[in-house]
């Protein structure tokens, strides 16, 4: 038999009771094409390949591979099966309906956000987690286990926790116990940056127990604020300068006074030299300041990450963004 390699995460679901259940929970279609990443040696696969259009297993050890294929040689389900090999984390996603996953626990967080930028949309993904990490993403404010994974997931998906799924289920059995987990995207997701949210998020959240007062302090939070402002400032003026030269090209013809839109007093040389164009940054102007201004007039000045859900963070990334101050 083959020698699994439990470093790199290879624990077999060998509970024929678990597969099927996993199978009913993810409410597969006869047209449904699949994504399962981590097949191993088929016990998931096998059921699926009954249910659905199509397969693609995405997997890394080639001896899996081959126990994977010799499994539905000769059968009506190897024109089913497309196979794939390779780090999922570096390959490119297919078209795909649902995913379904027993994955390697060590690369849980970077495939499900993977998963969730993946376009376009497909319907749910059902997944296997280290117990703790499936507790994380479904996690709520005010619970000791609520972080930035937990709320970046349930911005873009709903996620529910759906089954314990002890050690002894799998060969060879794992260290710790894991938990399968349903998400399903967002469609249409939130009108958000991912990175500026993310970018806020990660702030706060690094020490979600302190006030955001204090978590802005700190001096690379100041940096690299400042630094992101002042690009967003010189960024309006190029804009202005482009408009400028736009516009001078066309004054030959026209006076600055001519009128565009009598309706809107709109003239050329209110086009040329919109007030609000120019951000012009004083010689003593203090990022800190302006963050904690913020702060305070959105209200979360004493709030802390660890109790505040999503509406509070979108009014507080939308309180920066009005303010010039980005995050990404």
Known sequence: GILFNTGAGQHILKNPLVV?????????????????????????????LEKVKKVIACEIDPRLVGELQKRVQGTCLANKLEIRVGDILKTDLPFFDACVANLPYQISSPFVFKLLLHRPFFRCAILMFQREFALRLVAKPGSKLY???SINTQLLARVDHLMKVGKNNFRPPPKVESSVVRIEPKN????????????LVRIAF??????????????????????????????HNTVSSFLI?????????????????????????????????????????KIAEKIQTVLKDTGYSEKRARSMDIDDFIRLLHGFNSEGIHFS
């Open 147 to 149: 972080c930035r994974l």
């Open 20 to 48: 099927n259940s996993i199978i009913d929970k993810a409410a597969l279609r006869r047209t449904d094409v699949i994504l399962e990443v981590g097949p191993g040696t088929g016990n998931l696969t096998v059921k699926m």
């Open 206 to 235: 690094v020490r979600k127990n302190k006030t955001l007062s204090a978590a802005f302090k700190s001096s690379a939070v100041e940096q690299l604020l400042d630094h992101n402002y002042r690009i967003h400032c010189s960024l």
């Open 245 to 285: 030269y736009y516009f001078l090209s066309i004054s030959v013809h026209y006076d600055l006074h001519t009128d565009i839109d009598k309706s809107k007093n709109l003239t050329l040389k209110n086009l040329m030299y919109p007030r609000s164009s120019k951000r012009e940054i004083p010689e003593n102007f």
């Open 188 to 199: 249409p997701p939130p009108p958000i940056n991912f990175q500026e949210w993310d970018g």
